[in-house]
């Protein structure tokens, strides 16, 4: 990575906004939109996770995007490196045959789908997304994919809510990196 990857991601860390209370009263949401509605800084944000993959993860074949801040970093990477892109949706939004997980979430439950011809057994991919909180929606995904048949060589997320404990959620063999770190 450049020498002065954790100086850009300070910067990074700069331009996005919180918001108290959203969406209910005790949680501190941090905006991303507000990062990426600057062209400069949704350059800078687009080059640290281009050389947060490549360094960590630089033979993967597919980068996988969940619904819905996740298509957006999914598919600059994925251009960029020349790779498929994938989005994993939630129940009912994919056309075609679909592969589906249901997990269940702190009040009820939820289900993600993929396209059954988009993965291949062995398909060494890493999973994208904006925001790493309870660690809910990457770990569905990581067990989705794998009864696919597909290799989850890792995660990536933008932010991370380190006092949610996430990580402990998501397969201790699938290796988890963030850019920015909230206590």
């Given at each position: 990575?450049?020498?002065?990857?954790?100086?850009?991601?300070?910067?990074?860390?700069?331009?996005?906004?919180?918001?108290?209370?959203?969406?209910?009263?005790?949680?501190?949401?941090?905006?991303?939109?507000?990062?990426?509605?600057?062209?400069p800084t949704c350059k800078l944000l687009q080059?640290?996770?281009?050389?947060?993959?490549?360094?960590?993860?630089?033979?993967?074949?597919?980068?996988?995007?969940?619904?819905?801040?996740?298509?957006?970093?999914?598919?600059?990477?994925?251009?960029?490196?020349?790779?498929?892109?994938?989005?994993?949706?939630?129940?009912?939004?994919?056309?075609?045959?679909?592969?589906?997980?249901?997990?269940?979430?702190?009040?009820?439950?939820?289900?993600?789908?993929?396209?059954?011809?988009?993965?291949?057994?062995?398909?060494?991919?890493?999973?994208?997304?904006?925001?790493?909180?309870?660690?809910?929606?990457?770990?569905?995904?990581?067990?989705?994919?794998?009864?696919?048949?597909?290799?989850i060589v890792g995660c990536v997320a933008v932010?991370?809510?380190?006092?949610?404990?996430?990580?402990?959620?998501?397969?201790?063999?699938?290796?988890?990196?963030?850019?920015?770190?909230?206590?």
């Amino acid at each position: 990575m450049e020498p002065d990857f954790d100086k850009k991601v300070a910067e990074l860390k700069s331009k996005i906004k919180s918001f108290p209370d959203f969406p209910k009263p005790g949680i501190l949401f941090w905006d991303i939109f507000s990062a990426v509605s600057d062209g400069p800084t949704c350059k800078l944000l687009q080059s640290l996770l281009i050389q947060m993959v490549k360094h960590n993860f630089p033979d993967i074949e597919a980068v996988i995007g969940l619904e819905a801040r996740g298509f957006l970093f999914s598919f600059s990477l994925a251009a960029e490196l020349g790779i498929g892109c994938l989005p994993v949706r939630k129940k009912g939004k994919l056309p075609g045959e679909v592969e589906a997980y249901k997990y269940d979430l702190e009040y009820g439950s939820d289900v993600l789908e993929i396209q059954k011809n988009t993965v291949h057994a062995g398909l060494k991919c890493v999973i994208v997304d904006d925001l790493i909180a309870t660690g809910g929606s990457i770990t569905a995904a990581v067990n989705l994919l794998r009864r696919c048949g597909a290799n989850i060589v890792g995660c990536v997320a933008v932010m991370e809510i380190v006092k949610l404990n996430g990580r402990k959620n998501i397969p201790e063999d699938v290796p988890v990196y963030s850019l920015i770190k909230y206590d």
